[in-house]
């Protein structure tokens, strides 16, 4: 295993500089585009890793599938009539649509608008809540999030404050949507390293074995429901592209990470900040892909 980690980053580090780091959130222009890091875990519990695997970053969109985790558990599929379970070929920051009069709740958990109306779902302290699971999952106590980076996501998120407050007088959250956002801007701002990604995803992998209690789910279910959307919505607009080259259910974040489920199998975590135009981290997908075709990941 490692040699084939060594080879896939040999073999596809060069496409990093065709990529560009986030700067629409000034705090994130600062990272440095020549990180790389892969980690596996097998269920087994065996590590696998190379390259800047334990460099801390952002956690970013990668954060949703937790706080799905979260809403899932305190209300079960009835978080489903406040969001969807389907693909979208429109960006993650889109709004348009929900203003259109026919559509009643954001397309899915994985873009902005979903994770937010996901978000407010969470009951108590949504995001202490998120930052306990992630810890509690990866067995890191001190995950923490970036101040920084927090700030400087509250000080420039005028579009995501558009989307809350729309969804706000469309009845799609009920709450302060400025309070709902303060929650979303920290649980992005969760830094995290490519192991501790590894790590989540083998516990979404392993079916989300070990938790004490999953609330108004069961644990099938609530596995299958994240495995699904990752697949249909994980990587953005180009979901279905990456499902059928990679076949793996992922998730994405412009912090440059990925985070990927093969189920019964391993957790996957990759961290390459350059992005593409849709917000992928553009050498992280194509590692994504050498694993898939060199260990035979794909679902499908």
Known sequence: MQKILEEVVEENRPLAKRGRVASYIPALAKADPNHLGICIVDVNGDIYKIGDADVKFTIQSISKVISLMLALIDNGEKVFEKVGREGTEDPFNTLYKLD???????VNPMI?????????QIKGDKFGRILELIRRITGNADIDYSREVYLSEKATGEKNRAIAHLMKARGIIEEDPEEILDHYFKQCSIEVTACDLAKIAVFI???CSGLESYGKIDRK????NLLAIMTIGGMYNVSGQYAAQVGVPSKSGVGGGIMAAVPGRMGIGVFSPPLDENG???AGCAIMKSLSDRL?????
Not at 112 to 120: D, V
């Open 100 to 106: 259109f009069p026919h559509i009643e709740k954001p």
């Open 112 to 120: 902005n608008a979903g994770a937010i109306a996901t978000t407010a």
């Open 205 to 207: 992998a392993n079916g």
């Open 221 to 224: 279910t609530l596995s299958r």
């Open 280 to 282: 992928n981290s553009i």
């Open 296 to 300: 035979d990941l794909s679902i499908f």
